[in-house]
């Protein structure tokens, strides 16, 4: 699978994970939500969830999902923006 596609892929599903929680909170979604803003709210568990990933917390990982995990926070720091700086230290290695 080409990497274009895993990023359409995993972009369509943090908008269902979104709008998921915003009908839970019973809160409308517009149809211009952002997934930056949503990724912000949830950074500090997202960047647990990885740092934990990547020190085999839980399971073991292997080499080639470790690669993916750090690529994974380069975009999740793309979208997030320059607020990243506040929660990038809470990866551990």
Same mark, same amino acid.
């Given at each position: 699978?080409?990497?274009? +596609?895993?990023? *359409?892929?995993?972009?369509?599903?943090?908008?269902?994970?979104?709008? /998921?929680?915003? %009908?839970?909170?019973?809160?409308?979604? @517009?149809?211009? @939500?952002?997934? !930056?803003?949503?990724?912000? #709210?949830?950074?500090? !568990?997202?960047? /647990?969830?990885? &740092? +934990?990933?990547? #020190?085999?917390?839980? /399971?073991?990982? @292997?080499? &080639?999902?470790?690669?993916?995990?750090? %690529?994974?926070? !380069?975009?999740?720091?793309?979208?997030? !923006? %320059?607020?990243? @700086? *506040?929660?990038?230290? #809470?990866? %551990?290695?």
């Amino acid at each position: 699978m080409r990497q274009v +596609d895993v990023d *359409n892929q995993a972009m369509a599903a943090l908008k269902k994970v979104e709008q /998921t929680i915003a %009908r839970k909170a019973l809160s409308r979604v @517009s149809q211009k @939500s952002e997934v !930056g803003t949503f990724l912000k #709210q949830h950074a500090p !568990g997202i960047m /647990t969830h990885l &740092s +934990d990933l990547l #020190q085999d917390v839980h /399971t073991k990982a @292997s080499l &080639s999902h470790k690669r993916a995990i750090l %690529r994974s926070l !380069g975009v999740l720091a793309t979208h997030i !923006g %320059r607020s990243v @700086s *506040n929660i990038a230290p #809470q990866v %551990r290695f």
